[in-house]
């Protein structure tokens, strides 16, 4: 199981609420490992709390599950919850957004949450990330944002790389990008099937 996410706000409030969601989630998957209907559970666990605690804040959530497959793929799915689309990224670097949708958690009781399967083939990658890396302002103005099309063009130029590499790669484009400029809210999560082992 996998998930990544991105709490609305700064500072003690968001950091309680983090913890929040990151206890609720350890608890929760104990009894459920649909990542939707986890989806669910954590959204009426947060509501559940006093309203000091939840006062106008919520998170945008990928929450996933990945089962390998015995030709060395894996099975992936993915809910959402009002965050980016994850994008999937082919051995040939074509990137494709898996459109998972859904709304953000704890932001409303009756929230509505939806699920994609994916299926990798061995050495292509999932990667979810926060706004944070679309929205880097930088290049020759310092206001550019670093956006999609440079993503997946980074994205494409890393195709068949481990998942560490490619976060690397992305992370170093994106500094780059800001030159220097300090920026928050960048984070990121790859899931790979395992590359064929070389023929012996």
Known sequence: MF???DVRGRGV???VLTGRVRQSLQTLRL???????????LNRALF??????????FTTLLLGTAEPEADGGA???VAGGGHPAPLLVRADGTTTPVPVGGMPIGAFTTATFAE???????GELLLAYTDGVTEARGGPTAMETFGERRLREVLASAAGQPPSAVVDRLLQAVDA?????SHHDIA?????????????
């Open 3 to 5: 998930a990544l996410g």
């Open 13 to 15: 409030g968001a950091a």
């Open 31 to 41: 009894v459920e490992q649909r990542p939707v209907e986890l989806m669910r559970l």
């Open 48 to 57: 559940d709390a006093p309203d000091a605690a939840r006062r106008a804040r």
């Open 75 to 77: 099975r992936v799915r």
């Open 116 to 122: 994609a399967e994916v299926r990798l083939a061995p």
């Open 177 to 181: 990008w800001l030159d220097g400029q």
């Open 188 to 200: 990121m999560l790859a899931v790979c099937a395992a590359p064929r082992p070389a023929p012996s």
